[in-house]
């Protein structure tokens, strides 16, 4: 019997890596995140929740929560060879209290990327050159290996809207190039369904690559306007590109059913990723885990 296993994550409550717009409180994250009936989740970005782990672990317990996945942000140059050292110091910030918690994954998101989120500036060209390809692919290899053999967690590699690994060429490419004993996929359904990908295609494509999955839908509408307007992906959740299901794009019951075909369990964290101003992210997240649950 092959479980799906219901995660949530600090970025369904608006809690975004670069910390735009207000953060809740983090006791009330986790208070919401169990009363809406979790019972794992995703850290979020380093040092919104306690990086002490005994007093994470204590906090953790007395929520009956526990943790499938630490996350990695705001390194998005691993292209860039110079930038190691401090992404793999960064990195194992990370994992360390990911590990301490029991957690079995390492969420590695590669931002930012090649346009500011917020401006919608361009930072650089949105295809790398072959060297900086074969350096991306290298060095993900390289921290996967790190990752795994210094605190037993695999790293999952979250390809993102706005990064150079996006679309499903690229994807797959980088599943062709990298080490699969290192590195796995984090496929977040929203951020390939923007990019015009088929998320049950490519787990069936790559079943043995996906490591977890983040679960969100896209508003088609904001995602041709989003094009139309040359509107960075950070610009398009402002108006609110990322929707509660089953309201959104892809079709999620195709997606459970591919990652059950697979034979084995896995992580299925609801990362939402709601605008500003949003008053109710508990309810919506009881809302999608019921949803969910149907599927």
Known sequence: MVNLILGNCPGSWGVRWAGAGPRPPWRRFLDELAGAGYGWLELGPYG???????RLNDELARRSLRVCAGTVHGCGGLYRPDDFGEILARTR???????????????FVPVPGYRDEFTGAWAEPDKLDDDGWRVLVRTASELGKHVLGE???TLCFQPHA???????????????????????LCLDTGHHAYAGGDPAGLIAEHPDRIGCVHVKQVDARVAIRARRESLSYGQAVTLGAACEPPYGLPDLPP???????R?????????HEPPPGVE??????ARTREYLLSC
Do not use: K, N
Not at 263 to 271: K, L, N, P, Q
């Open 151 to 153: 605190y037993g967690l």
């Open 48 to 54: 919104y929740l306690p990086t002490d782990p005994a």
């Open 255 to 261: 997606v459970m059913t591919a990652l059950r075909e």
């Open 162 to 184: 706005d990064s150079h690994v996006e679309t499903g060429a690229q994807i797959g490419r980088f599943l062709a190039e990298t080490d699969p004993a290192y590195v796995s």
């Open 263 to 271: 034979g084995r369990d896995a992580f299925v964290v609801v990362a």
């Open 93 to 107: 910030r990370v994992a360390e209290l990911a590990a301490a918690t029991g957690a079995y994954h390492l969420v």
């Open 280 to 285: 109710d992210p508990a309810d919506i997240a």
